[in-house]
Structure formats: C-alpha cells, structure tokens
C-alpha cells in the first residue's frame, strides 16, 4: 500500500498527526498550490 501515497503526501500527514487536534484543519491535508504543477 506504500506506493498509494507519495513523499508529500506522507510528509503532510505526518505534520497533521503531529500537530495538536485544536490546531487542525482539513486544509493542512490538501496538496499545496506548489505540489499541483500538472497543468
């Protein structure tokens, strides 16, 4: 199953659980505007 996710996308999640549950939000788990290079 590890090759579903990528190296940012892993990276995003780890910061997500790392952070304190009043902190989050859904945002932090999208992909930033740098990561969608696809045009």
């Known amino acids: 199953m590890t090759g579903w996710l990528s190296e940012s996308d892993r990276k995003r999640i780890e910061e997500f659980a790392q952070t304190p ?5 859904p945002e932090m788990l999208s992909p930033d505007a740098e990561d969608d290079d696809e045009e």
């Not at 549950?21 to 939000?25: G, H, I, M, T, V």
């Open 21 to 25: 549950k009043y902190e989050r939000s």
